[in-house]
């Protein structure tokens, strides 16, 4: 009754953002990810029938409050389909996505805990259906079942059977590499889960952003196939640009940039002037990713590291999928 599973980030080429579902978490668009070796979380899940509930522990440190909530609410989802309904577990997660590196660890920690769970409780759990029940955890964590490039097929069934990943193409595929951009003042206000939400409700300009999204996810697939740097990373930047436009239309009106967000956005585009191919991509929060190529990689962490209002810059390579341990 016990198993431990390893599972990467991933950083959306084509952004998810929004949802038909909040309860199943079905998302109103389908979205496209890079999964990355450098970001990854290793759980453990124990169910044992001594414990009167769950424990979580995150980096040694317990957890309680909202994060202890959304772990709890995901083994119910586990056991309410096994024998053992009244089983409760201890799970212990070590997260090597350094907090500072802006990536939001829930992709990596849901991907893990539910492939750990289910293997605990022993569901034997193909990939596609491993994708579907982490999808319920957190979104985006439902590409990282999945190495290398990943779409997430938003499905259109009111129960969710058909919304989860696929993989485009593997990590050995193209290696595309990734610079996470750190930004010293990262405070965040709005979270990923309310910002999505009030855009959806309010924003007028939401549903060009969902008009765009057919059209962007056709040529970016085709990109990936044909190792078409310029095409990938401009299709990604500019769907970047547009889900962040819709919260300038939202009521009331947000953005997740700070004044370095945009500094170093006009760094990637004039490295570009330059002749270095690079692309940005921004998630919900301030800190910037950075595509580039692997011939570029010096002068890239160069660049990026020398602009004022940057605290660090990590680098990472394309990574695999989720691995039992
Ligand atoms: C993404 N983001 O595609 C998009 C781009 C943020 C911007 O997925 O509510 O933590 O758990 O399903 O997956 C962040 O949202 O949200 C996210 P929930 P999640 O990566």
Not at 30 to 39: K, Q, V
Not at 220 to 246: P, V, W, Y
């Amino acid at each position: 009754m016990k198993a431990t599973a390893k599972a990467h980030t991933n950083i959306a080429l084509i952004k998810y953002w929004g949802k038909r579902n909040e309860d199943i978490i079905l998302p109103t668009n389908s979205s496209l990810s890079l999964t990355l070796d450098g970001f990854y979380t290793t759980t453990t899940v124990a169910f044992h029938d001594d414990l009167s509930r769950d424990v979580f522990t995150l980096n040694d440190q317990i957890i309680e409050g909202e994060s202890y909530n959304r772990v709890t609410k995901f083994l119910d989802l586990i056991r309410n389909q096994s024998e053992k309904k009244h089983l409760f577990a201890e799970v212990h997660s070590i997260n090597t996505v350094p907090t500072a590196a802006g990536f939001a660890s829930s992709a990596s920690g849901f991907a893990a805990l539910a492939a750990a769970s289910t293997r605990a409780i022993g569901f034997n759990v193909n990939d596609e259906e491993l994708s579907r029940l982490t999808r319920q955890g957190s979104g985006s964590a439902c590409r990282s079942i999945y190495g290398g490039f990943v779409e997430w097929e938003m499905g259109s069934r009111e129960d969710g059977l058909d919304s989860h990943a696929i993989q485009i193409a593997s990590e050995k595929h193209w290696d595309v590499r990734v610079a996470a951009v750190v930004l010293s003042s990262t405070e965040k206000k709005v979270s990923s889960r309310a910002g999505m939400k009030r855009t959806v409700e309010t924003s007028p300009f939401y549903t060009g952003w969902l008009d765009s999204i057919p059209y962007d996810m056709k040529e970016i697939k085709a990109a990936i196939r044909e190792k078409d740097f310029e095409k990938t990373g401009s299709i990604a930047e500019a769907n970047c640009l547009k889900m962040h436009a819709t919260t300038l239309g939202a009521n009331p009106p947000f953005t997740y940039w700070h004044d370095t967000t945009m500094r170093v956005m006009q760094t990637v585009q004039e490295m570009r002037e330059n002749g270095i191919p690079a692309y940005f991509t921004i998630d919900a929060g301030p800190n910037v990713k950075v595509l580039y190529l692997p011939e570029n990689e010096d002068k890239v962490k160069k660049v990026l590291e020398d602009i004022p209002g940057v605290s660090d810059v990590t680098l990472s390579k394309p990574g695999p999928g989720v691995t039992y341990l």
